[in-house]
Each structure stands twice: as structure tokens, then as C-alpha cells.
């Protein structure tokens, strides 16, 4: 076997780490150009997944080094065209699920669900309030923007019990990044299920499943955190805290949380349907496999639930048409950074994949191999740790590490399981190692009001133990549930 597609594969990691850390180059940037590179790089039988290509070609037979050199000229055109397809499968998605998030936000029905929350739990649940309110918040809403929302409440109940400051932030921290990396439609786990041909709806509910069963192991750790780092709120220097809407402002729960349940709902009914359409002829499953297809497509979904958030906006914060444009606006170009950075990260892999990484790796374990699955899942957290360590974005972490493990061969023949839990292991593996080179770090360091070596002591290290709980979980499910 030749060894050219593992060398490959090798160049295109350095490369990526490299620019991001080393040259400080934006993701996207990096990415573009290591899958240029890694497509200049593809064996000469990879050449053949392309017969357009071989249909330009003239009858005349071509030498080694001539087919060699036609791959590296089309390297470009190949990465843009791998490009224009992942960005075709995931940005409108991104994009609503931006929108979403921002109405969310500014329309007080964040608030809403977060006071809610509390208010069925009382003070001495407020623990568990916080840290479900992140859990339900972060899957349409970025993480950074949750912690925003939530901090605020942390630093009131202080004020009203002068204790457990430390357990509160961790609540809302953990919360908020476990379906952060988990469940979709956060970035992160879209390109994952997307990158490795896992259905939506089956992302959905089984990364809600992991991330559950993570949130509830981790929260007694938590309080022992809380036990050994018995910290004060230390107030803002110079700033006043923002007054908070009154209850009136607020819209009602039910409205609150039809954006975020809405798309879950109609999503997993399609997989649903779709499972059922499976087993047998039946007329009214059928009637519903076609109604969900239409319904429950990931981006109809998303739009009707933007219709929704939308509507709530305008309504309770009495905007114009042009203000609601504004806000739109704003989401997008959040959401717009993220796109390219997950369609840069699937001509990536792409690329990998032209370059016969498959196969190599297929000849060096043997396609039988009975540990292949919890290898590849251990394998794909390793990598997403050892990206986020060097890089500090969980949502980069993920796209890269996916994009290389789909080059590598991801059936659930080979796995021994779903590829649901691969998706979720390399997510576990994307929150190990938040430090200084993290945007994450720093919000929560500074907005707890936290010195960077209580935050290195206390956020770093739940997280790591966040991490392997999600590794764990993928791990005994895929074993006692492996869905194949």
C-alpha cells in the first residue's frame, strides 16, 4: 500500500494548526488553504470518483506523472466545488438558526424561560434552573451569548444567599456547553451530522440523550467544586448592571420556547416517519413519511421557527419593519463567519477523501476489524481534544476533526455502531482544554469576575471532566444501544 495519502493526511493537520496557531490566520483562511494543499496531494487512483474529469480527457493514454499533474492543476476548482456543496447542505440552516437565537435574546424570551425555570424550582433549585436553562438556551443560541444571559442571575442569587457563587456559574457554564457541542442546531454538531451522514432528527434525539445523561452526572461535581472553591461575587469595576425587563415585558412560555421546540419536533417526527416507512407498507404512514419530508426538513423546519421568533419579536418590543431588518442583519453576519468556516471545513475533508485516506486506513487496520468502532470514537475524541488544545474553538474542533474522521471510512458496518456516536464523542472531545486561547475562557474569567487562575482551576478542569463523561456515554451506548 502507499503511503502517500497518511503523509497527506499528516500535512493537512500540521498545516491547519499550524496557520491558526503559529500565524494567527482565521479559520477559514486556514482551512481553504490546507484543503488546496491535501487536493494537490491526491493519488493518482483518486482520480477516478471524478468522471467528468476523465470525460476531458482525450483518448490518448496518460502517463503517471501527467495524470499527477492534472489532479494538482484542478486542485483549486475541486476545493471550491467541495466548498459550494457543504455550504449548500448547511447554510440556510445556520443562518435561521442565527436568527433565531438573536430573537431570542432581544425579544425577552431567553428571559422568559430562564425566570420560569427558577420559579418552579425554587431557590434551593436554583442550581439545577440555572443549569437547565443553559441546557435548553444553547441549542439554538451561541454559548457565549447564554452565559451573557445567565450570569446576571448567578450574581443575584449571590446577593440574596451570599453563598454558592461558584456552583451557580458552573451550572450555567456546563449547561450551556454540553448541547452546545452536542445537539444540533448549534453549528458544531450540524457539520458533524452532516460531515458523517448522520440524519438530523437522529442527532437531535440522541444527542440530547448523551448530553442529558452528561448534564446530570456533572452537576454533583459541580457542588464539589463549590465546596472547594467557596468564592464571593466580586462587583464590576465602573459598571452598572443592566435593569433586567419586568415580568409584563416578557412574552408568555409557551411562545418562549416554540422556536426552540417547534424544529425539534417537526425534525425528529420526520426521522420518525421515516424509520417507519421502512419496516412496511402502510398507507398512513405513508401519508406522514410525506407530509414530515416536507414538514420536517431541516430547512423548513428552521424557517418556520424563525417565522415564530421573528413574530415575537417585533410583537413584544414593538419594532418596525426596518428595525426587525436590523436585527436580521446582525444575526447574519454572525452566522455568515460560521458558514464559511463549516463549508471551508468540508472541502477539508473532501479533500482528504480525493486524497485516498479511506483506504489507506482501511489497509492499516483491515476493514474487518472487530475494534474498529470504539477505536474510531476514542480516535475522534483524542483528535477534537488535541484541536481545541491548540486552536480554542470547540465549533472548529468539531468540523476539523469530522471532516477527517468521514475521510477515514464512518459506515456503521465498519463501526459496529451508529455514527451518532461518533458525532457525539468528538463533540465531548471539544470541550477538553479551555484556556487563554479560548474565547469561552475569557468570557466566563471575566464576566464571573473570576482571576485567570481560578478559572484555570474551576472551568478548565469541569470541563475536561465534562469531556470524558461524553466520551463515556457515547461509549456505553454504543455498546448497549448501538441502532445498527
Same mark, same amino acid.
Given at each position: 500500500?502507499?503511503?502517500?495519502?497518511?503523509?497527506?493526511?499528516?500535512?493537512?493537520?500540521?498545516?491547519?494548526?499550524?496557520?491558526?496557531?503559529?500565524?494567527?490566520?482565521?479559520?477559514?483562511?486556514?482551512?481553504?488553504?490546507?484543503?488546496?494543499?491535501?487536493?494537490?496531494?491526491?493519488?493518482?487512483?483518486?482520480?477516478?470518483?471524478?468522471?467528468?474529469?476523465?470525460?476531458?480527457?482525450?483518448?490518448?493514454?496518460?502517463?503517471?506523472?501527467?495524470?499527477?499533474?492534472?489532479?494538482?492543476?484542478? =486542485?483549486?476548482? +475541486?476545493?471550491?466545488?467541495? %466548498?459550494?456543496? $457543504?455550504? *449548500?447542505?448547511?447554510?440556510?440552516?445556520? @443562518? #435561521? &438558526? !442565527?436568527?433565531?437565537?438573536?430573537?431570542?435574546?432581544?425579544?425577552? =424570551?431567553?428571559? +422568559?424561560?430562564?425566570?420560569? %425555570?427558577?420559579? $418552579?424550582? *425554587?431557590?434551593?433549585?436554583?442550581?439545577? @434552573? #440555572? &443549569? !437547565?436553562?443553559?441546557?435548553?438556551?444553547?441549542?439554538?443560541?451561541?454559548?457565549?451569548?447564554?452565559?451573557?444571559?445567565?450570569?446576571?442571575? $448567578?450574581?443575584?442569587?449571590?446577593?440574596?444567599?451570599?453563598?454558592?457563587?461558584?456552583?451557580?456559574?458552573?451550572?450555567?457554564?456546563?449547561?450551556?456547553?454540553?448541547?452546545?457541542?452536542?445537539?444540533?442546531?448549534?453549528?458544531?454538531?450540524?457539520?458533524?451530522?452532516?460531515?458523517?451522514?448522520?440524519?438530523?432528527?437522529?442527532?437531535?434525539?440522541?444527542?440530547?440523550?448523551?448530553?442529558?445523561?452528561?448534564?446530570?452526572?456533572?452537576?454533583?461535581?459541580?457542588?464539589?467544586?463549590?465546596?472547594r472553591m467557596d468564592l464571593p461575587m466580586r462587583p464590576y469595576a465602573g459598571e452598572e448592571e443592566t435593569r433586567p425587563l419586568d415580568d409584563a415585558e416578557?412574552?408568555?412560555?409557551?411562545?418562549?420556547?416554540?422556536?426552540?421546540?417547534?424544529?425539534?419536533?417537526?425534525?425528529?417526527?420526520?426521522?420518525?416517519?421515516?424509520?417507519?416507512?421502512?419496516?412496511?407498507?402502510?398507507?398512513?404512514?405513508?401519508?406522514?413519511?410525506?407530509?414530515?419530508?416536507?414538514?420536517?426538513?431541516?430547512?423548513?423546519?428552521?424557517?418556520?421557527?424563525?417565522?415564530?421568533?421573528?413574530?415575537?419579536?417585533?410583537?413584544?418590543?414593538?419594532?418596525?419593519?426596518?428595525?426587525?431588518?436590523?436585527?436580521?442583519?446582525?444575526?447574519?453576519?454572525?452566522?455568515?463567519?460560521?458558514?464559511?468556516?463549516t463549508a471551508a471545513g468540508g472541502a477539508f475533508g473532501a479533500a482528504l477523501q480525493q486524497a485516498g485516506v479511506k483506504q489507506s486506513i482501511l489497509g492499516?487496520?483491515?476493514?474487518?476489524?472487530?475494534?474498529?468502532?470504539?477505536?474510531?470514537?476514542?480516535?475522534?475524541?483524542?483528535?477534537?481534544?488535541?484541536?481545541?488544545?491548540?486552536?480554542?474553538?470547540?465549533?472548529?474542533?468539531?468540523?476539523?476533526?469530522?471532516?477527517?474522521?468521514?475521510?477515514?471510512?464512518?459506515?456503521?458496518?465498519?463501526?459496529?455502531?451508529?455514527?451518532?456516536?461518533?458525532?457525539?464523542?468528538?463533540?465531548?472531545?471539544?470541550?477538553?482544554?479551555?484556556?487563554?486561547?479560548?474565547?469561552?475562557?475569557?468570557?466566563?474569567?471575566?464576566?464571573?469576575?473570576?482571576?485567570?487562575?481560578?478559572?484555570l482551576k474551576a472551568w478548565t478542569v469541569i470541563l475536561v471532566i465534562v469531556g470524558f463523561l461524553a466520551l463515556g456515554y457515547s461509549l456505553l451506548f454504543?455498546?448497549?444501544?448501538?441502532?445498527?
Amino acid at each position: 500500500m502507499t503511503y502517500l495519502p497518511l503523509i497527506a493526511l499528516l500535512v493537512g493537520v500540521v498545516t491547519v494548526i499550524g496557520m491558526i496557531v503559529a500565524l494567527r490566520l482565521n479559520a477559514f483562511v486556514a482551512l481553504t488553504i490546507a484543503a488546496m494543499v491535501v487536493a494537490g496531494m491526491a493519488t493518482t487512483e483518486s482520480l477516478t470518483q471524478y468522471p467528468e474529469d476523465l470525460a476531458a480527457m482525450t483518448g490518448e493514454v496518460w502517463s503517471e506523472a501527467q495524470v499527477r499533474s492534472f489532479v494538482a492543476s484542478n =486542485a483549486p476548482a +475541486r476545493v471550491a466545488k467541495a %466548498f459550494g456543496a $457543504a455550504a *449548500g447542505n448547511i447554510a440556510i440552516v445556520i @443562518a #435561521l &438558526a !442565527s436568527i433565531i437565537g438573536k430573537c431570542l435574546m432581544d425579544s425577552g =424570551a431567553a428571559d +422568559r424561560i430562564v425566570r420560569s %425555570f427558577l420559579k $418552579a424550582s *425554587g431557590q434551593k433549585g436554583a442550581p439545577v @434552573a #440555572l &443549569a !437547565s436553562s443553559g441546557f435548553v438556551l444553547s441549542i439554538p443560541v451561541f454559548f457565549d451569548t447564554v452565559f451573557y444571559l445567565l450570569v446576571p442571575l $448567578a450574581r443575584s442569587l449571590w446577593r440574596s444567599t451570599r453563598k454558592n457563587y461558584m456552583l451557580y456559574i458552573l451550572a450555567i457554564g456546563t449547561g450551556a456547553a454540553i448541547t452546545h457541542t452536542l445537539v444540533p442546531p448549534t453549528p458544531g454538531p450540524l457539520v458533524m451530522a452532516e460531515n458523517l451522514g448522520v440524519d438530523l432528527g437522529t442527532m437531535i434525539m440522541v444527542g440530547t440523550v448523551v448530553a442529558l445523561a452528561t448534564a446530570v452526572t456533572v452537576l454533583p461535581v459541580c457542588y464539589l467544586f463549590n465546596r472547594r472553591m467557596d468564592l464571593p461575587m466580586r462587583p464590576y469595576a465602573g459598571e452598572e448592571e443592566t435593569r433586567p425587563l419586568d415580568d409584563a415585558e416578557l412574552p408568555p412560555l409557551w411562545l418562549s420556547l416554540a422556536p426552540i421546540v417547534l424544529p425539534v419536533l417537526l425534525i425528529s417526527a420526520q426521522t420518525i416517519a421515516k424509520t417507519m416507512s421502512g419496516q412496511g407498507e402502510n398507507a398512513a404512514v405513508a401519508v406522514a413519511s410525506r407530509l414530515t419530508g416536507i414538514l420536517g426538513n431541516p430547512n423548513f423546519a428552521l424557517l418556520l421557527s424563525t417565522g415564530v421568533a421573528m413574530w415575537v419579536l417585533a410583537a413584544y418590543r414593538k419594532l418596525s419593519l426596518a428595525d426587525l431588518a436590523k436585527t436580521t442583519e446582525t444575526a447574519l453576519m454572525s452566522g455568515g463567519v460560521i458558514i464559511l468556516i463549516t463549508a471551508a471545513g468540508g472541502a477539508f475533508g473532501a479533500a482528504l477523501q480525493q486524497a485516498g485516506v479511506k483506504q489507506s486506513i482501511l489497509g492499516l487496520v483491515g476493514p474487518e476489524s472487530q475494534s474498529m468502532g470504539l477505536t474510531m470514537l476514542v480516535l475522534g475524541f483524542g483528535i477534537s481534544c488535541i484541536l481545541k488544545i491548540a486552536q480554542g474553538s470547540s465549533t472548529v474542533a468539531m468540523i476539523v476533526t469530522s471532516s477527517m474522521i468521514a475521510a477515514m471510512g464512518t459506515s456503521p458496518e465498519a463501526l459496529g455502531c451508529h455514527p451518532v456516536y461518533l458525532c457525539t464523542a468528538i463533540g465531548g472531545g471539544s470541550l477538553v482544554g479551555s484556556w487563554m486561547n479560548d474565547s469561552g475562557f475569557w468570557i466566563v474569567s471575566r464576566m464571573s469576575g473570576l482571576t485567570e487562575v481560578e478559572t484555570l482551576k474551576a472551568w478548565t478542569v469541569i470541563l475536561v471532566i465534562v469531556g470524558f463523561l461524553a466520551l463515556g456515554y457515547s461509549l456505553l451506548f454504543a455498546t448497549l444501544l448501538p441502532l445498527v
